[in-house]
């Protein structure tokens, strides 16, 4: 099991940045494939953003292509996801997860292909 903790979340402007990170325990952390989805109020949990275990390959949602980065740092066991152009319609709680399937090429857009997942961070962004 991989344990994630989130952080970086906040309140910003329309228009603004934040950066979330998400660091995992173990030392398997660089052969998994892991992912940022957001649940708004009401709404069930959607994915956002994805990276394969090497960082060679990212998959984003089309809601957040070209203003979303998602990056990984596997010597620090962390994952980041560089949130620009921010608009009141990304605000939600946002959550990293693991896919412990070893070494997937191809990361996953799918929730239930997740494992493991963080506590999550609110982000607010204000109009």
């Known amino acids: 099991q991989v344990q994630l903790v989130e952080s970086g979340g906040g309140l910003v402007q329309a228009g603004g940045s934040l950066r979330l990170s998400c660091t995992a325990s173990g030392r398997t952390f660089s052969s998994y494939n892991m992912g940022w989805f957001r649940q708004a109020p009401g709404k069930e949990r959607e994915f956002a953003a994805a990276?394969?275990?090497?960082?060679?390959?990212?998959y984003y949602a089309d809601s957040v292509k070209g203003r979303f980065t998602i990056s990984r740092d596997n010597a620090r066991n962390t994952v980041y996801l560089q949130m620009n152009s921010l608009k009141p319609e990304d605000t939600a709680v946002y959550y990293c997860?693991?896919?412990?399937?070893?070494?997937?090429?191809?990361?996953?857009?799918?929730?239930?292909?997740?494992?493991?997942w963080g506590q999550g961070t609110q982000v607010t962004v204000s109009s």
């Open positions: 997860a693991a896919d412990t399937r070893f070494r997937q090429i191809q990361p996953s857009s799918e929730v239930h292909e997740y494992d493991d």
């Open positions: 990276i394969n275990w090497s960082g060679g390959t990212t």
